[in-house]
Nanobody
Framework: VQLQACGGGLVQAGGSLRLSCAAS????????MGWFRQAPGKERMIVAA????????YYADSVKGRFTISRDNAKNTVDLQMNSLKPEDTAVYYC???????????????????WGQGTEVTVSS
């Protein structure tokens, strides 16, 4: 089982990035997915989550209206479109996966048991 995240980089404030997480070795369509981030010296926190059906989403208050999570169960991918980036969005971003019912959004980090390796996002002011 593997989650492979990519798409991070250096961007100026106000810019955009699109992160992607590719899953392999699991029945992707039965996993709730989430994107998390960890800034230096801080705990990992949830950014966005999506049900395995893709029908419902959750966003942390700090990214609402700027970030969009989406998934493609045919391609086993979950993406995070990040717009209007701010310096405070600088962090290592991780995708996570957890088995859940079709309508469950999982926001507690402790429920996630599969993790990607992280991709670094740096937003300059």
């Amino acid at each position: 089982v593997q989650l492979q995240a990519c798409g991070g980089g250096l961007v100026q404030a106000g810019g955009s990035l699109r992160l992607s997480c590719a899953a392999s070795g699991l029945t992707f369509g039965t996993y709730a997915m989430g994107w998390f981030r960890q800034a230096p010296g801080k705990e990992r926190m949830i950014v966005a989550a999506i049900t395995w059906s893709g029908g419902s989403t959750y966003y942390a208050d700090s990214v609402k209206g700027r970030f969009t999570i989406s998934r493609d169960n045919a391609k086993n991918t979950v993406d995070l479109q990040m717009n209007s980036l701010k310096p405070e969005d600088t962090a290592v971003y991780y995708c996570g996966a957890t088995r859940a019912g079709p309508h469950f959004i999982v926001v507690l980090i402790s429920y996630y048991n599969l993790w990607g390796q992280g991709t670094e996002v740096t937003v300059s002011s």
